[in-house]
């Protein structure tokens, strides 16, 4: 049976200014909300207000930020593992707070290659001018994709244009190398690899909820 609460917190009590481990935790509790936000949007489950394009727009919109989250996440994790002042002090802490992080270290060091291919070579990137460029020369000659048109007529005319064939343009840059044919299922191979990542966030939450515990802030 789950417990469900809502408490203020004073931040100041919560995240002491020159404090290298509740510096640390506080940056995780950010990345932590991005990439649970981004994790449940990139799911196959219809999200109506977001689906207005379509829901392979959505969840790849969702997937291309997901991945510069968990790329920045893990630099995090990296920088504070290497960060002497940061150990010095994460080895004062209660032994359950040492263990968690360096299970999350751990973890991620795993991933480590996955982790770096998605971001620097598949959906990571940026919709840069010549990658689009590049897209655009490789585009299948038969590729179609769908223009959606309002027609709005008030006060002024207005036009509402929904581009649907974007996510056609946006799986051709991102899938460059895979031929059309193949694209759809290279996407849900990605989509459905990224499932193991959500671990991540429950490792977060349990590292978060155990330093307020030690720390006597719950």
């Not at 207005?52 to 968990?70: A, C, E």
């Not at 996955?114 to 038969?142: P, Q, S």
């Not at 590292?207 to 719950?218: I, N, P, S, W």
Request: net charge neutral; aromatic share 12%.
């Amino acid at each position: 049976m789950k417990k469900f609460h809502i408490q203020q917190i004073d931040l100041w009590k919560w995240f002491p200014p020159n404090d290298p481990v509740s510096n640390a935790i506080a940056r995780l509790c950010i990345l932590k909300e991005d990439l649970s936000l981004e994790f449940n949007g990139m799911q196959p489950e219809p999200i109506i207000h977001f689906d207005k394009n379509s829901s392979v727009w959505r969840r790849l919109y969702f997937l291309r930020n997901f991945v510069r989250s968990l790329y920045e996440f893990r630099d995090a994790i990296k920088k504070l593992g290497n960060n002497k002042t940061f150990m010095n002090a994460l080895l004062k802490e209660p032994q359950l707070i040492q263990d968690m992080f360096f299970e999350l270290s751990k973890e991620l060091d795993s991933n480590k290659s996955l982790i770096t291919e998605l971001r620097h070579n598949i959906f990571g990137g940026h919709v840069g001018e010549a990658a689009i460029k590049h897209a655009l020369e490789k585009l299948d000659i038969d590729r179609k994709g769908l223009l959606e048109v309002e027609l709005v007529f008030a006060e002024h005319k207005r036009v509402n244009l929904h581009y649907k064939f974007a996510s056609e343009l946006i799986m051709a840059y991102l899938l460059a190398g895979i031929s059309h044919g193949d694209q759809s299922q290279e996407l849900e191979r990605v989509l459905e690899g990224t499932v193991s990542f959500g671990k991540y966030i429950d490792l977060i939450d349990r590292l978060v909820y155990t330093y307020a515990k030690e720390r006597g802030l719950l």
